[in-house]
Nanobody, 121 residues
């Protein structure tokens, strides 16, 4: 079984920064796309940023130029650096291992339990 664990969420003031981490338990991480999704109360889960195994990235327009996705394949970890956070970034953030940069599921589709990010003064 593949385990995906997020960490790094918390409460931050508007304009602040947070760095989320995602750890995957299996080597499959190295060969598939990883992505960060978020879900705010009453809203659908949305793809925020994704990175393929080869380094191609996708960013949602709402976070482009503020968020940076990265990955460390050797250690099976992914990261989301979030800068200039705004109140509407408040959501539970999930790491996914396996979905495409378009957010579609395929042979692999593993989710973490999510980490809460709250942006408030």
């Amino acid at each position: 079984q593949v385990q995906v664990v997020e960490s790094g969420g918390g409460l931050v003031q508007p304009g602040g920064s947070l760095r989320l981490s995602c750890a995957c338990s299996r080597n499959i991480f190295k060969s598939v796309t990883m992505g960060w999704y978020r879900q705010a109360p009453g809203q659908q889960r949305e793809l925020v940023a994704g990175m393929s195994s080869g380094g191609t990235t996708y960013y949602a327009p709402s976070v482009k130029d503020r968020f940076i996705i990265s990955r460390d394949n050797d250690n099976k970890k992914g990261y989301l650096q979030m800068n200039n956070l705004m109140p509407n970034d408040t959501a539970v953030y999930f790491c996914n291992v396996g979905r495409s940069l378009a957010g579609t599921s395929g042979s692999y589709d593993y989710w973490g339990q999510g980490t809460q990010v709250t942006v408030s003064s």
